[in-house]
């Protein structure tokens, strides 16, 4: 369960961070990619990310987002016996 878990919430990574890569492209150069895609080297499977501007446009509002609660230190914790026991900041944390 929990390695289906990982594969589930790698995949999610990687398509937020195909998506992040095609903003910054349009953004910095000016390029709009077509096309983005995830090749597994496990399986050889190849997954396509939409990147159409209406997710890039997500992506980027979820960007801001984020960032403003990090300036007004919005990020409550999410204590978890399992993460908490592990975390390298659990010998300061008040959880
Ligand atoms: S110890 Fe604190 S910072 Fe670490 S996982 Fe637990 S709540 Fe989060």
């Not at 961070?17 to 895609?37: D, F, N, S, V, W």
């Not at 997954?47 to 409550?76: A, S």
Request: proline residues 3%; neutral net charge; charged residues 35%.
């Amino acid at each position: 369960m929990t390695t289906k878990l990982n594969i589930l919430l790698n995949l999610l990574l990687s398509r937020a961070k195909l998506k992040i890569y095609a903003l910054a492209m349009q953004k910095e150069q000016g390029i709009t990619p077509k096309r983005a895609t995830i090749h597994e080297l496990d399986n050889n499977e190849q997954i396509d990310v939409d990147i159409n501007q209406k997710e890039l446009d997500g992506i980027e509002k979820e960007i801001k987002e984020t960032i403003n609660k990090i300036i007004k230190r919005d990020f409550p914790k999410t204590p978890d016996n399992e993460k908490c026991t592990e975390c390298d900041w659990n010998l300061i944390c008040t959880k």
